[in-house]
């Protein structure tokens, strides 16, 4: 329902960081619970991570947690993923969601956007 649009990729070397935005103008961003998913060629889509919507818990897929961040500022209709010591598994594109479930890793919708393309090299 709520058009999304990711922003931020880019190439970065094995160990760097990227931060990426997911914005809208539309409608604001402040009701739901929002999670971040990435797919890499031949892969479904995966879980990455997720917040709440008054931001008191997220969430951490193993592969991510400890490395990647994600907050949000529900003033500016935007969430982000601060995505440090980044290795070449993470290369993907990188989508965000409406998320459901009782562990906030589920995408509510099956429309996804644009995405942004994560490459790190070795």
């Known amino acids: 329902q709520v058009q999304l649009v990711e922003s931020g990729g880019g190439l970065v070397q094995a160990g760097g960081s990227l931060r990426l935005s997911c914005a809208t103008s539309g409608r604001t961003l402040s009701l739901y619970n929002m999670g971040w998913f990435r797919q890499a060629p031949g892969k479904e889509r995966e879980f990455v991570a997720s917040i709440r919507w008054n931001a008191d818990r997220t969430y951490y897929s193993d592969s991510v947690r400890g490395r990647f961040t994600v907050s949000r500022d529900n003033a500016k209709n935007t969430v982000y993923l601060q995505m440090n010591s980044l290795k070449p598994e993470d290369t993907a594109i990188y989508y965000c969601?409406?998320?459901?479930?009782?562990?906030?890793?589920?995408?509510?919708?099956?429309?996804w956007g644009q995405g942004t393309q994560v490459t790190v090299s070795s």
């Open positions: 969601n409406i998320v459901r479930g009782s562990a906030y890793n589920y995408p509510a919708d099956d429309s």
